[in-house]
């Protein structure tokens, strides 16, 4: 029996191809191994957005060349398809070098490896079609991750996406929807839509159906309880998705809208096609929604011309959005991108300063919109059981998490949905106990 090792870095749509890989190698003939020792095939699923994801890639290479020799090592992903053959320079021992819009050429690719190969690659850009495959092997029978699109037509300045994923393409809304009624068939109640930029969906069939349609459709997939996305524009992001979400409670209470900053001056630098008013304009779609829907960003800080003004606007904007949880980076210069031309590079220090900034003022922000939520009663989604503190891991429709522990005799299965009352809150969590029922 052929043997396969994976691991894979970076973002869900990184997670979700691992998955379509995996299905690729079981119908191949190959199971997987817990270890790369223990493999004939190591593959690397790999994620270039910031260089430290990227230097990471390196360092798993380095120690497994001195750990496997014999083997076939493959780095897949939007680093292999950033570095494309400099790979086989930089790290000999690896064979396979393949980007997400050349797995449907796996098969292909690890045949000519097995019958001797030493270095092939996949890393045609233009192959126009999204990854469809029979195969996809799911970790989670509750939830799934169901590709909507490929790839991206942005050019925000600092991102290598659209370098590494090619050019937009979106999935037939049929075939989405298909897999969502398989899905819930199997017994998955949530699902989450993931592209580079699903507000921008478009279905390539006649009826041309939008993202807010899209949404609306899957939400009414019998068996499904919650529907997520990510991510989405701020510039291509409708009102009518609002609408939707209102309109039908299988869609979560819930949007991840990346603002990067709160400059106008900085958007404009960073390419990102929209201004703080126009950004704010959605987010009072979002709080005059029937529904409390929870609201998180992504945000760089030290992007080139980024000066204290351009700061403090980001920092103000925290204050007036009121955001429930935030992820924040440090600029990291990626290759090809426009903004390595531009002038005004902050110094490392400094960036790191005003993360620091940052993070303490969203911290003392959750703490509060948290505790807000304390003597709530919410629905969580069971995750599973936590040795270490003896509670359950659960995840309500806003997408916080919450701690809880079950009266003596309950029953409470992963993947379960229960009702919990909130008790505590902390910056990154909620803790409550299980409802008692009788
Ligand atoms: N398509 C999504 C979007 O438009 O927001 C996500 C793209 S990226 C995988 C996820 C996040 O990484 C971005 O929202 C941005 O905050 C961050 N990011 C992307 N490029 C970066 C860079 N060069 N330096 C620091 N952070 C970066
Ligand atoms: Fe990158 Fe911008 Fe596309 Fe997001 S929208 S993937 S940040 S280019």
Not at 165 to 179: A, F, H, M, V, W
Not at 339 to 361: C, H, I, S
Request: glycine share 8%; with cysteine.
């Amino acid at each position: 029996m052929k043997k396969f090792y994976i691991e894979t870095f970076g973002c869900q749509m990184n997670v979700h191809d691992s998955e379509k890989v995996v299905g690729t190698l079981l119908s191949l003939g190959y199971s997987p191994v817990a270890t790369p020792e223990e493999a004939d095939l190591v593959l690397y699923n790999t994620c270039s957005v910031r260089d430290k994801a990227e230097q990471k890639v390196y360092s798993r290479l380095r120690q497994f060349k001195r750990a496997g020799n014999g083997k076939i090592v493959g780095v897949l992903g939007c680093v292999a398809q950033q570095e494309g053959t400099r790979i086989f320079e930089k790290a000999p021992h690896v064979g396979l070098v393949c980007g997400s819009a050349s797995y449907r050429m796996l098969p292909e690719l690890v045949a000519a490896l097995e019958g001797g190969g030493r270095r092939v690659t996949g890393l045609d850009l233009a192959a126009g079609e999204t990854f469809e495959t029979p195969y996809t092997k799911r970790d989670n029978p509750h939830r799934a991750y169901i590709t909507i699109s490929e790839g991206c037509d942005n050019s925000c300045a600092y991102c290598v996406v659209p370098f590494t994923r090619g050019p937009e393409r979106s999935r037939t809304s049929r075939g989405i929807l298909e897999e969502a009624r398989e899905l819930a068939g199997s017994g998955a109640t949530e699902i989450q839509l993931l592209g580079q930029n699903v507000t921008s969906y478009r279905d390539p069939a006649s009826d041309g159906l939008d993202f807010a349609a899209l949404l609306a459709r899957v939400a009414e997939v019998p068996g499904l309880r919650r529907v997520r996305f990510a991510t989405s524009h701020p510039r291509d992001f409708a009102k009518a998705i609002v609408d939707a979400i209102d309109a039908n409670p299988v869609l979560c209470d819930h949007v991840h809208l990346p603002v990067q900053s709160g400059s106008t001056k900085v958007l404009e630098r960073m390419r990102r096609l929209y201004t703080r008013d126009e950004y704010l304009r959605r987010i009072e779609w979002l709080k005059g929604a029937r529904r409390k829907i929870a609201i998180t960003t992504d945000i760089i800080v030290g992007f080139p011309g980024e000066d204290d003004a351009g700061f403090e606007a980001t920092l103000s904007l925290l204050d007036e959005v009121q955001y429930d949880s935030m992820f924040s980076f440090k600029y990291s210069p990626r290759p090809n991108t426009a903004a390595l031309a531009l002038e005004g590079q902050v110094p490392e220090e400094e960036a790191g300063r005003r993360l620091t900034l940052l993070q303490e003022k969203q911290r003392a922000i959750q703490i509060r919109r948290n505790s807000q939520l304390v003597g709530t009663v919410q629905e969580v989604m069971v995750e599973r059981y936590n040795q270490a503190t003896g509670q359950w891991i659960g995840r309500t429709s806003q997408n916080r998490v919450l701690n809880f522990v079950c009266p003596p005799g309950r029953v409470v299965r992963e993947g379960g949905y229960l009702p919990v009352h909130v008790t505590r809150a902390g910056p990154n969590s909620l803790a409550g106990e299980a409802v008692d029922l009788l």
